[in-house]
C-alpha cells in the first residue's frame, strides 16, 4: 500500500513506515503533520487516480527533525573582465517519517 502525495510544489511517493526529506514545514520535533493533497492510492492491485485530487484519503506523518542542505555554490565569471561571484546558499528542509495512510473507511498503520 502507497500513496503519492503533494508537498512543497513536488510529490513524492510514501508508504507506512517511509522516511521523507521534504521543503520545510512548521512545527515543533515530535508533532504529527496531515498531507491532504493525494494525487494516487494503491492498496493492493486497487488503485485510485485523482483528477487531479483524492478526496477522503489523507496521509499522517510525523516531525523527525529539521535541518538545512548541503551547500550550493553559484560561481559566475566573465572572462578577461576580472569579474567573479560566488554566492552560496543552503536550502531548508524537514524529515518526515510516515505513520499511516487513511483511506476512510480503510485505515493502514505501519
Given at each position: 500500500?502507497?500513496?503519492?502525495?503533494?508537498?512543497?510544489?513536488k510529490q513524492y511517493r510514501v508508504a507506512a513506515n517511509d522516511t521523507?526529506?521534504?521543503?520545510?514545514?512548521?512545527?515543533?520535533?515530535?508533532?504529527?503533520?496531515?498531507?491532504g493533497e493525494v494525487l494516487l492510492f494503491t492498496d493492493?492491485?486497487?488503485?485510485?487516480?485523482?483528477?487531479?485530487?483524492?478526496?477522503?484519503?489523507?496521509?499522517t506523518g510525523e516531525i523527525v527533525s529539521h535541518g538545512r542542505d548541503k551547500?550550493?555554490?553559484?560561481?559566475?565569471k566573465r572572462r578577461r573582465q576580472n569579474s567573479r561571484r560566488k554566492r552560496g546558499h543552503r536550502q531548508h528542509h524537514t524529515?518526515?517519517?510516515?505513520?499511516?495512510?487513511?483511506?476512510?473507511?480503510?485505515?493502514?498503520?505501519?
Open positions: 500500500m502507497f500513496a503519492v502525495i503533494k508537498t512543497g510544489g521523507i526529506t521534504i521543503a520545510s514545514l512548521e512545527g515543533e520535533a515530535g508533532s504529527s503533520v496531515t498531507f493492493g492491485d486497487a488503485t485510485q487516480v485523482g483528477a487531479p485530487l483524492l478526496s477522503g484519503i489523507s496521509v551547500k550550493v555554490i553559484a560561481f559566475k524529515v518526515v517519517r510516515i505513520t499511516g495512510i487513511d483511506a476512510g473507511s480503510k485505515s493502514a498503520k505501519g
